[in-house]
């Protein structure tokens, strides 16, 4: 297949070089990233300034704008004649369960692409701290396993798949889930402080304080030590069907895990 690639921790970021290096082998795999982070940033758009577009090495490029912009980049000019066959926004470094989809530059990339009428997922590994040692080639295995049982072929248009997958070796990951979006709980701090010139300014310091109770839901996979697998419909009235995602969890699960 014909692979797009991006993300929004930038084009040098480990968790989409592991991604490229998992699914090279196998197929026609092209990074289009951000210069720079852009974590965070939703769903912004360049709309208002020139992007500059450079291409670093043979099919990877960076891209000055944010991750929605590196997808239309991807669509509209370096891909123009050989339009992907899926766009896979990550690794990201850290999770994005529950509502942190609408913060997310990565979603924002998967996102893009389903607008655009492309299968799309987006893959995050969930950190319990950010020093931790990542294993992102275990999440990149993971995503090729879907790839290799059809995922692609089970997501509804004007649908994006949010995967997140826990940071532990293979082994320890218990299988995949079909899950819902949770709720993450964070609290409402602000850290003001005086800079060199005796000015006020702040920063947002929002601790994350666990997720609510629901056993269906992303968070609760997760935590558990499986692979969420979150269906994210984006427009009112299209009928959530998940009935062919399931069957491909099912699959995956009696392959690789059971």
């Known amino acids: 297949m014909k692979v ?15 991604l490229f ?8 795999t092209t990074i289009i990233a951000p210069s720079e982070e852009r974590s965070t940033t939703g769903h912004s758009l360049s709309l208002d300034k020139p992007l500059r577009v450079e291409k670093l090495e043979d099919k990877i490029y960076s ?3 944010y991750p929605g912009d590196c997808v239309l980049v991807g669509l509209g000019h370096v891909l123009k004649e050989a339009r992907p066959d ?3 926004s990550g690794i990201n470094r850290g999770a994005n369960l529950g509502q942190d989809l609408y913060y997310s530059g990565t979603i924002a990339a998967a996102r ?7 299968p799309s997922m987006a893959v995050s590994l969930v950190f319990e701290s950010m020093t931790d040692e990542p294993h992102y080639g275990v999440a990149g295995t993971i995503i090729k396993w879907c790839l290799d049982m059809g995922l692609h072929k089970a997501i509804q248009p004007l649908t994006l798949i949010n995967i997140n997958v826990p940071n532990l070796p293979l082994s320890q ?5 079909l899950a819902e ?12 402080r005086i800079d060199a010139r005796g000015r006020e300014y702040f920063w947002i310091a929002g601790v994350y304080e666990g997720y609510n109770s629901n056993p269906e839901s992303d968070c609760e996979a997760v935590n558990n030590g499986m692979v969420s697998i979150t269906p994210h419909v984006l427009i009112d009235g299209v009928k959530r069907d998940t009935s062919d995602l399931a069957q491909v969890i099912e699959r995956l699960n009696a392959k690789y895990f059971i």
Not at 4 to 18: C, K, R, T
Not at 112 to 118: G, K, L, T
């Open 63 to 65: 891209c000055s704008g």
């Open 173 to 177: 990951i218990k299988g995949c889930r």
């Open 4 to 18: 797009l690639l991006s993300n929004d921790d930038g084009v040098v970021a480990p968790g989409i070089h592991a």
């Open 21 to 28: 290096k998992e699914l090279t082998p196998f197929h026609d």
């Open 86 to 88: 899926i766009i896979i």
């Open 181 to 192: 979006i949770g709720f993450r709980r964070y609290s409402e701090e602000i850290h003001a």
């Open 112 to 118: 893009e692409a389903a607008f655009h009428n492309v």
